[in-house]
């Protein structure tokens, strides 16, 4: 990662409502839910700033605990999954990359930190995969392209995580 760059927790002295990725459901959520959010433990937000303006939210993303059925868990990656009624996993709710830094690859370092977040708490939590809901084609490819499968007949994605790395 570029050291000029942090990912952080949300903090009150970002500029949440100064920040645009294009797409006002995502723009509106970091500026008038995410520290809800925050507050209630119900979303850990993590937000990229460029060291020189560290209240400039470059980008952003969620991260909470879900569950799974394992049926809807492709098959290639059911041999990853316990043969629990539901499964443990991180959703990745939510990833925006702002207008003026889209097309830097940022989006990709903001995943690898979503990540390697959701590893590191995974033994603490209980979590065998990442999950994402794709908002569109686009995104959706995103994700495959850094090993995500998609769940048949939607825009819901998976990766599973297997002792000792991510399955990438």
Not at 10 to 15: G, I, Q
Not at 31 to 58: C, H, I, M, W, Y
Not at 126 to 153: E, K, P, T, W
């Amino acid at each position: 990662m570029d050291p000029d760059l942090r990912i952080d927790a949300l903090a009150p002295h970002h500029d949440r409502a100064g920040f645009s990725c294009g797409i006002d459901d995502l723009d509106r959520y970091l500026a008038t839910q995410a520290g809800q959010d925050v507050r209630r433990k119900a979303n850990g937000v993590f937000v990229v700033t460029a060291s020189a303006r560290p209240e400039t939210v470059l980008g952003y993303y969620t991260l909470c605990a879900t569950a799974l059925e394992p049926g809807a868990v492709p098959a290639a990656a059911r041999k990853h999954i316990p043969r629990y009624p539901l499964v443990s996993a991180t959703l990745l709710g939510r990833l925006a990359v702002s207008t003026t830094c889209q097309g830097t690859g940022l989006g990709a370092i903001l995943l690898a930190d979503a990540l390697r977040r959701a590893y590191a708490s995974a033994t603490t939590i209980g979590s065998c995969m990442v999950i994402v809901d794709a908002l569109n084609a686009r995104a959706a490819a995103f994700y495959a392209a850094h090993g995500f499968m998609q769940l048949s007949d939607s825009m819901r994605l998976v990766l599973p995580m297997v002792v000792g790395k991510l399955v990438l």
